[in-house]
């Protein structure tokens, strides 16, 4: 028995995450070098105490219709135990509504303790299909758990719905360059503007490409990656949402960035760069601002790690 069971606590960091990488909508995604913590207790039968602290502290609920909670009792549930009352503590440090992957961190964080305290009943894979099932999809869901960079798939089985997963070793060298822009817009409304059906041209394009970005990260090739990191399906009809994007993209890659794309449903925009990013940093800045939009500026390196109890 581990320190964390046999106390009843266990604590688990979970990093951040970009979804999409350009062209891979709802396929790829990144761990990031920025982290929320999730801390769990085991507390008396019907007890129930939620804690937030740093982002989204207004706005999380402290009571069962916390996400987090729902998660916790699901992993309780599948791991046949019965579930005692929970004292959870959310540190966060990530963004929330910024497209960073903060609501996959918080239930990766709290399913990875509940299956701590449950005696790591569960394998890694079920973990990665409950939060998927709360999620929608993978595509934060798998970095956030494995770290690096992940594709995924979602697929349907006789047990339900299936998540494949591959994980790719973070790509050596490379930084993102993180602009946060000071609103947040919810990942239902992001995806309200996409269509329901795109030109079959466009759906090509974007095989082609993810393919390529595919085979840039695996091979650290980021000349092929400045390349092919474009997109028809989601970033075109996501442009209005997000002032000036367009600009800050262009801006980015005159300075100096191999690529630049949408984090996840945005409004954050990233761009990659190798060694000194000062000058993508105050591009990206000059221009957002342009168009009356204040961002915070952070430079993070890939995760090479997923969720982890510590």
């Keep these: 028995m581990t320190p964390a069971r046999a106390s009843g606590f266990v604590r688990v960091k979970v990093p951040a995450t970009t979804a999409n990488l350009g062209p891979g909508f709802d396929t790829i995604g990144m761990a990031l070098e920025l982290y929320n913590i999730v801390e769990l207790s085991l507390l008396a039968p019907d007890e129930l105490v939620v804690e937030v602290e740093g982002e989204g502290v207004a706005n999380i609920p402290r009571d069962e219709t916390n996400i987090v909670i729902k998660v916790i009792r699901q992993v ?4 046949k135990k019965n579930p005692s ?20 961190a918080a239930l990766v964080g709290g ?3 509940a299956n701590e305290l449950c005696g790591n009943a569960l ?7 409950i939060v998927t099932d709360f999620e929608g999809h993978p595509d934060n869901v798998a970095p956030a758990l494995f770290g690096g960079v992940v594709v995924s798939a979602q697929m349907k089985s006789e047990q339900g719905t299936e998540v494949v997963s591959r994980k790719i070793p973070p790509p050596y060298g490379l930084k993102a360059v993180v ?10 409304s992001a995806r309200s503007v996409l269509p329901a059906q795109v030109p079959f041209e466009d759906a090509v394009f974007n095989l082609s490409r993810v393919s390529m970005v ?10 092929l990656l400045s390349k ?6 989601h970033q075109p009809y996501r442009q209005a949402l997000i002032p000036g994007m367009t600009e800050v993209f262009e801006e980015a890659r005159q300075a100096g960035a191999i690529a630049a794309m949408l984090s996840g449903a945005g409004p954050t925009l990233i761009a990659f760069g190798l060694e000194d990013t000062q000058e993508i940093a105050e591009a990206m800045e000059k221009a957002f601002l342009r168009h009356g939009v ?8 890939p995760s090479p790690v997923g969720a982890k109890v510590f």
Excluded: Y
């Design 76 to 79: 309780f549930k599948k791991a």
């Design 85 to 104: 009352g929970f004292k959870l503590k959310l540190i966060n440090h990530i963004p929330v509504a910024r497209g960073l992957g903060s609501s996959a």
């Design 179 to 188: 602009a946060i822009p000071d609103f947040h817009l919810a990942t239902k």
């Design 214 to 223: 595919i085979m840039a990260f695996i091979h650290n090739d980021w000349d």
């Design 228 to 233: 092919m990191m474009e997109d028809r399906l």
């Design 294 to 301: 204040n961002i915070t500026i952070k430079e993070l390196k």
């Design 111 to 113: 399913a990875v303790a």
């Design 123 to 129: 394998s890694d894979q079920e973990i990665l299909e």
